[in-house]
């Protein structure tokens, strides 16, 4: 993914079309090239932008999905350790987080409404 990335932010924009447009200049037709130039950078530059922009995002929602499981791995093991085992109860731990998911889909509900 960061190879398809790399070659259509970065190497296609600036090692493919602006070569292109370098190679269009004729002494004639300055004004096309100008045309074409700046059209050029400017869809380099949008294309860079958006590329930082999903990789932000994509980043983002990663460390926030790594954020939930380590919390709610936390949450197993407290509940297993400290209530469960005062009470001399067993309990599957993926029983424990389906119960931990299902209140987090609840608690986010409720803020929503």
Known sequence: MLILGLWFFVVLPFFVFIPCALA???EDDREGFKNIMSIGIGLACLLCMCGVSIT?????????KMEYEKRAKMIVTRVRRKILAQ???????????????????????????
């Open 24 to 26: 269009y200049t004729d």
């Open 56 to 64: 932000s995002v994509s980043i983002n929602q990663l460390m926030r």
């Open 87 to 113: 009470y001399a109860v067993r309990a599957n731990p993926r029983r424990l987080r389906m119960l931990i998911d299902k209140y987090e889909i609840v608690g986010s509900e409720k803020l929503v409404k």
